[in-house]
């Protein structure tokens, strides 16, 4: 006599969000954004995960820069004692954030976060996201020794590319 046993294994992205997180459905996959650094800087590739987590309680973004010379991870959640979305961001080059999320439509939304132990004197970022079918758009301001960077925009488009870690 033959047993088999058959596992099933949902994957958290067939799982649906809580309604708190819904906003975030359409960004879900892989992203990628080219852009040019300056003052001679290299080109600067920034590839993107963004997943459900947690049985669709959080969402997770990792990311990596030029094949893991930076990266970081974002876990985003709804805080129910704060009413609102908030998340903590964890760097490679160790310092963290952590911030509130304003959502200001169906496509858009507004990130504060209050940075720990930048070496580079940035103590908060300010981002406005925005998602049309085939991009994401994000715009970032840093506090940065006491002002505010003029903002910067980078355009992340659908990738295959997978987020590496050294």
Known sequence: ?????????????????IDELNIFEPYLGNWEAVFEEKDGK?????????????????LRTLHSINNGMYGGESLIFFDKSKQQLV????????????????????NSFVAYEEVTGNKDGITKVKST???SPDR???????LKNGQWTEPER??????????KFK
């Open 136 to 142: 994401l758009t994000v715009s970032t301001s840093y």
């Open 1 to 17: 006599m033959a047993f088999f046993s058959t596992s099933l294994k949902v994957s958290a992205d067939s799982l649906p969000f």
């Open 42 to 58: 290299p080109t600067v590739v920034d590839v993107s995960r963004w997943e459900k987590a947690l049985n669709g309680t959080t």
């Open 154 to 163: 980078r355009t992340y488009r659908r990738s295959e590319k997978q987020v």
């Open 87 to 106: 998340f903590y961001y964890f760097t490679t080059a160790g310092f963290y954030t952590q911030g509130t999320i304003e959502v200001l439509s169906d």
């Open 129 to 131: 996201s925005t998602m």
